[in-house]
């Protein structure tokens, strides 16, 4: 049994795994748990496997980095953040009997947590029957979720080195990288790159951008991106939006730009594109990393402990990603397009240089606790 949800990099990882563990164990059952909002996304992900994803009842702590105190107090934040957090504590509850239940019908030998405010109640409950409990965390700075459940966990494995998981039991922690698709390794075909284009509708002869909020989307991201169309499109520059279920449109189509709100295939679409326009979110970050793509991140500056942020920094540092300012007009986002998109050289050094952070062997390593927690 696995947990995850909030959005999609909690649950891409997921799906590597289930794959890695049925191919070792062709008879595996396997159930995934997430908040009833995420569920029909979260079924896409795993739609054409044997998965059943049920669906709780969750609340969760809403925390944003780089509120001023008095801005806590605005009508806004008084609703949507104070009295949603409020009301939230009894869906929790109401989900950790939902967990409880759950646990106690298919009886499962591991919960495997990969993080999310939907994953407190089920890990309680899986405390509460002795369950173990493998965890993976992802982001440079650990998830509250994550570091109330490391307590009981029996494994832990980790997306960047342990020392920046000071809270977590040295003994039973691993660095062990994201797992993502073997898929995101493999280099592109021109046949497969070409048919991801006539999919689209694009000219494979000219450069494709693709800019991805994830299976949420980012309204940031999608106004940038049809802010900076008329001189991408100028410059002869098309461009795939994948706007996520919560991006507002209206979006352009036309020859030299795509909206759609799903990919099925995300890996051949980041593997032929020229350029990926992303958020920083740790799995994502990952998938580019094994893909070798030339990026631009735009993180969300205003999750809980910036953790977008810190991770942008982390890539930046070595040189392996762009990182775009956090104001301006849509100018910010086409000027340092169209010069990476001409400078081949400069998209080259940036594939090596986050090419560096793919741990090729993280799937089978997190399998691999994974297993070992079943056993213990």
Not at 63 to 88: I, Q, S, V
Not at 162 to 181: A, C, L, M, Q
């Amino acid at each position: 049994m696995a947990v995850g949800g909030g959005s999609g990099g909690h649950v891409t990882p997921v799906v590597a795994v289930y794959k890695e563990l049925r191919k070792r164990f062709p008879d595996l059952e396997f159930k995934f748990i997430c908040d009833r909002i995420f569920a029909d996304q979260t079924k896409g992900l795993f739609a054409g496997s044997e998965v059943e994803v049920l669906t709780i009842s969750a609340g969760k702590l809403r925390r944003y980095a780089g509120l001023k105190w008095f801005e806590h107090f605005h009508p806004y934040h008084l609703r949507h953040t104070h009295a949603a957090n409020f009301t939230d504590l009894f869906r929790m509850a109401r989900g950790y009997f939902q967990a409880k239940k759950a646990i106690e019908k298919f009886q499962p030998d591991v919960l495997f947590v990969k993080g999310g405010y939907v994953s407190l109640p089920v890990g309680l409950a899986a405390r509460k029957f002795n369950l173990p409990i493998v965890i993976h965390d992802s982001d440079v700075l650990p998830g509250l979720t994550n570091r109330i459940l490391a307590r009981s966990a029996r494994y832990i494995g980790t997306g960047s080195p342990i020392e920046n998981y000071p809270t977590y039991p040295k003994g039973r922690t691993s660095f062990v990288g994201v797992p993502v698709d073997s898929k995101f390794f493999e280099k592109i075909s021109d046949r497969d790159k070409k048919k991801v284009f006539d999919a689209y509708g694009f000219d494979h002869k000219l450069p494709l951008v693709l800019v991805t909020g994830g299976g949420s989307g980012a309204q940031e991201l999608s106004d940038l991106a049809v802010s900076a169309m008329p001189k991408l499109a100028e410059s002869k520059i098309q461009t795939l939006l994948l706007t996520g279920r919560q991006s507002r449109g209206p979006f352009p189509d036309n020859e030299y730009f795509k909206a759609v709100t799903f990919i099925n295939g995300l890996a051949d679409v980041i593997r032929a594109a020229d350029v990926v326009v992303s958020r920083a979110g740790a799995s994502s970050l990952a998938e580019l990393a094994a893909a070798a793509r030339p990026v631009i991140l735009v993180p969300h500056r205003h999750l809980a402990g910036n953790h977008q942020v810190k991770n942008a920094e982390v890539y930046a540092r070595q040189g392996a990603v762009t990182v775009l300012g956090a104001s301006g007009s849509g100018d910010r986002l086409s000027a340092p397009l169209i010069e990476l998109v001409a400078d081949g050289a400069e998209r080259t050094e940036l594939s090596r240089s986050i090419h560096k952070f793919a741990k090729p062997n993280a799937l089978d390593d997190m399998v691999d606790l994974i297993i070992k927690g079943a056993k213990s």
